[in-house]
């Protein structure tokens, strides 16, 4: 820690009204140090963490952090703000402002001494001496822990109450005498020791942290955690899956665990290991700011004996959410899991089969299988090597679709079934909404036979025999003969329409895309958009390929036009969004929405309704003009794969070009409108005054 922060680290005076500012204010403290290398670089990382999840935490604390190649060695800065700055905390500003640099590559050595400052923050003595030190060398000392805190926050309790005292002894009180109502202690033993009687076992609890960047969240709940349980008596241990290192409880630990508490924001690793405990699921920050309820919460589970598989609650692929989300918000979780697990089958067999056109051209779909008739110098032999392996791999579409929707709701027991009742959608051509049906069913019926209580002896065998074996049955079953006909017969008629897309109705469905796709920039409505038309592509019309050019066009927009923005009007732009916008050329091109994010996130009002319009346009002109595309990714460097590429272009120009207009225009009305706010207060004191 000593070569971590120094005097010159320290900001006691931090003027920054902003979170943006005060990042900039500490960073720039240690770029000049040299411990980071592009200032620039380095900020626009610290804004996509933060961009992630809020930094604040209750009691006056921010702590922005990220991980970062433009880091030469961990680094710590610390600002003091007397105002307070926004950091997202819910009971308010942050005067405690601590900046947290870690190279990309930073050793676990380096990592285990900022976890070990996260856990100090949590101490109520240590931030206290933060508050009342008067000189940077003292707070840099105190940070490193050259001075102990304690001392210090008792000197400064000491001042704060001298008046207190002095007002006491003059009006006769005896200022060592007990506080009304406080335990007067007459020597007697207590009570318990009294009776002979054994004290009965604390209650236990193990508990798993962690947060994305795994530098400060991740400790700072476990110590809040820790420090709650004591506070109640509770026995707790806490495994601390973050940055520096990762170390198992032991397995006698959890067996002999009363409860279980996820407080993360990414998966728990092996999560298996606490099945068959009452159990609490949430969000990293919960367990800093909520740790005694949280203990609360898991006793009375166990109070009433909802022993809760650790697989049930929660999806491990997106960030967990508070207990309490709504079912729409768990369902829209859910889906997400399994269509993020499916786009990198769509991406590697969509493309493949892409190339296998382009080389060997559309009839190589008739050619025979390439382990039977394969010619080393014949380009339609490479040709249908690619197509091949690509339709391969897009027959895994449905059922990795399903089955991670299961997973999602129900963790690894969730798979088998998930695989099965996708593969059933396949056999029985219900499609794409037979994949999202059987993964919905298998996960409900594996959280269903997770409630029932097992006796302890069988709990071992039911995520690995009885669960799938059971799950698949019942999946099977109605997939088979209950509900998988109506829903082929659901998707047969949406192919049929799909083919018969013309005119008015084309370009009605173009709009909605671009919509959807420009909305959340990568987000869930985006994601439904992109589904829908990879979806069509698993059994290829006129009307499907269609629906997959509108799509990729519009999702192109929204970054494309922000480079051109930043390009043409770029005093509208701070300089990490002229920064950003470089490299958005790249990302829109390649048909990677979320290159449009950080505008988005620094500017929502104007950015996003921009980017829809201009997404609306792109995917109406795509389908009116009838352009089609065979890949499911690539941007523009499938276009040869695209029917009618240039006007395909023509309509990615259209739609860039409305979006650039829309936030050069929104973003020029702002700045004189401010001009006219702060000229205002002027004009008004020139005014005469009515007497």
Not at 233 to 241: K, L, R, Y
Not at 599 to 604: E, L, N, S, T, V
């Given at each position: 820690m000593s070569d971590m922060i120094t005097a010159d680290l320290v900001d006691l005076d931090l003027s920054a009204d902003t979170k943006e500012a005060a990042a900039r204010a500490l960073a720039e403290r240690m770029a000049a140090r040299g411990r980071v290398t592009d200032l620039e670089g380095f900020l626009a990382?610290?804004?996509?963490?933060?961009?992630?999840?809020?930094?604040?935490?209750?009691?006056?604390?921010?702590?922005?952090?990220?991980?970062?190649?433009h880091v030469t060695e961990p680094t710590l800065a610390f600002g003091r703000s007397a105002p307070g700055i926004d950091f997202g905390a819910a009971d308010g500003p942050a005067d405690l402002i601590f900046l947290i640099a870690a190279p990309a590559g930073a050793d676990d050595a380096h990592l285990t001494i900022l976890s070990s400052l996260a856990r100090q923050l949590m101490d109520a003595d240590f931030t206290s001496a933060l508050r009342a030190v008067g000189d940077a060398a003292a707070a840099a000392a105190l940070i490193r822990g050259d001075e102990a805190p304690a001392a210090a926050a008792a000197a400064q309790a000491a001042q704060d109450s001298a008046p207190v005292a002095s007002a006491a002894s003059e009006a006769g009180a005896d200022p060592t005498a007990p506080a009304p109502g406080a335990p007067v202690d007459d020597g007697a033993a207590p009570a318990s020791g009294a009776t002979g009687t054994e004290a009965p076992r604390p209650f236990r609890i193990v508990a798993v942290t962690s947060c994305p960047t795994g530098i400060a969240h991740t400790y700072m709940a476990a110590e809040s955690l820790e420090n709650a349980g004591r506070d109640a008596?509770?026995?707790?241990?806490?495994?601390?899956?973050g940055s520096a290192g990762f170390t198992r409880l032991d397995p006698g630990v959890i067996a002999a665990a009363d409860g279980v508490i996820f407080a993360h924001d990414v998966p728990v690793r092996d999560k298996e290991r606490f099945a068959g405990k009452p159990t609490v699921d949430v969000g990293v920050k919960a367990g800093i700011n909520r740790a005694a309820e949280l203990i609360t919460d898991v006793r009375e589970k166990a109070a009433r004996g909802e022993t809760t598989s650790a697989a049930a609650p929660g999806t491990p692929v997106e960030s967990a959410g508070d207990a309490g989300d709504s079912y729409g918000t768990k369902l829209r979780k859910w889906l997400m899991s399994g269509v993020s697990y499916m786009v990198p089958f769509v991406a590697a067999g969509g493309l493949l089969i892409a190339l296998g056109f382009a080389i060997g051209g559309y009839s190589i779909n008739k050619a025979p299988s390439v382990a039977e008739h394969f010619v080393w110098t014949d380009h339609s032999s490479w040709a249908a090597l690619m197509f091949q392996i690509g339709g391969l791999a897009f027959s895994f579409l449905i059922p990795v679709l399903a089955g991670y929707i299961a997973y999602g709701m129900a963790d690894r027991p969730g798979l088998v079934p998930g695989f099965v009742g996708g593969s059933v959608a396949v056999t029985i051509n219900a499609g794409f909404l037979g994949g999202l049906a059987a993964g919905l069913i298998a996960g409900a019926v594996v959280m269903a036979i997770q409630r029932i209580r097992i006796p302890a002896p069988l709990r071992g065998i039911m995520p690995v025999v009885v669960i799938p074996l059971i799950s698949s049955i019942v999946v099977g079953f109605l997939m088979f003969l209950v509900i998988?006909?109506?829903?082929?017969?659901?998707?047969?008629?949406?192919?049929d329409w799909l083919k018969g897309l013309s005119g008015a109705n084309a370009i009605i469905l173009g709009v909605i895309l671009g919509l959807m796709m420009c909305f959340d920039l990568g987000?869930?409505?985006?994601?439904?958009?992109?589904?829908?038309a990879v979806g069509g592509l698993a059994n290829p019309t006129e009307g499907s390929l269609k629906v997959m050019a509108a799509v990729m066009a519009a999702g192109m927009v929204p970054p494309l036009a922000m480079a051109l923005a930043t390009t043409v009007r770029g005093k509208l732009f701070t300089k990490a969004e002229r920064e950003n916008g470089k490299a958005a050329w790249v990302l829109g091109a390649s048909f990677i929405s979320e290159?449009?994010?950080?505008?988005?996130?620094?500017?929502?009002l104007r950015v996003i309704p921009a980017s829809m319009v201009g997404g609306a346009v792109t995917g109406a002109l795509s389908m009116a003009f009838g352009c089609t595309l065979r890949a499911p990714h690539g941007g523009i460097f499938v276009v040869p794969l695209i029917g009618q590429p240039l006007l395909y272009l023509v309509a990615i120009a259209a739609g860039v070009c409305v979006s650039t207009a829309l936030v050069v225009v929104l973003k020029g009305a702002r700045k004189p409108a401010a001009a006219s706010a702060a000229t205002a207060p002027a004009a008004e004191a020139k005014q005469p005054v009515a007497v």
């Open positions: 990382d610290v804004a996509a963490r933060e961009a992630q999840m809020p930094t604040g935490l209750d009691g006056g604390i921010g702590i922005p952090h990220c991980r970062s190649e008596g509770v026995e707790v241990a806490v495994e601390t899956q998988g006909k109506p829903i082929a017969e659901l998707q047969s008629a949406l192919t987000g869930p409505v985006n994601k439904v958009a992109y589904a829908f290159g449009a994010i950080p505008f988005a996130a620094a500017d929502p």
